[in-house]
């Protein structure tokens, strides 16, 4: 994965984000196996409410692929 496609994909979503805020409510989360808070007004939480709005082409997608070095999960010491 090329590092800009991630600069770009922050780049996209920034703007929703900064409109956006995400209240948490008192129900669970609608999907099966979550164990986070709902938003307000939504029926599942953050991160399942923004894979829904990707699913259905209102967000952009996040990149695929692997991430190298020193872009990686971890960096080494």
Not at 16 to 29: I, L, N, R, V
């Amino acid at each position: 994965m090329q590092p800009a496609a991630w600069m770009i994909y922050g780049a996209l979503m920034q703007p929703y984000y900064a409109k956006t805020t995400f209240e948490p409510s008192d129900k669970p989360c609608g999907v099966a196996g979550c164990a986070q808070r709902a938003v307000r007004f939504s029926g599942v939480c953050e991160p399942h409410h923004i894979e829904q709005l990707q699913q259905f082409g209102m967000l952009p997608k996040r990149p695929v692929g692997r991430l190298f070095p020193p872009y990686g999960a971890t960096v080494p010491a």
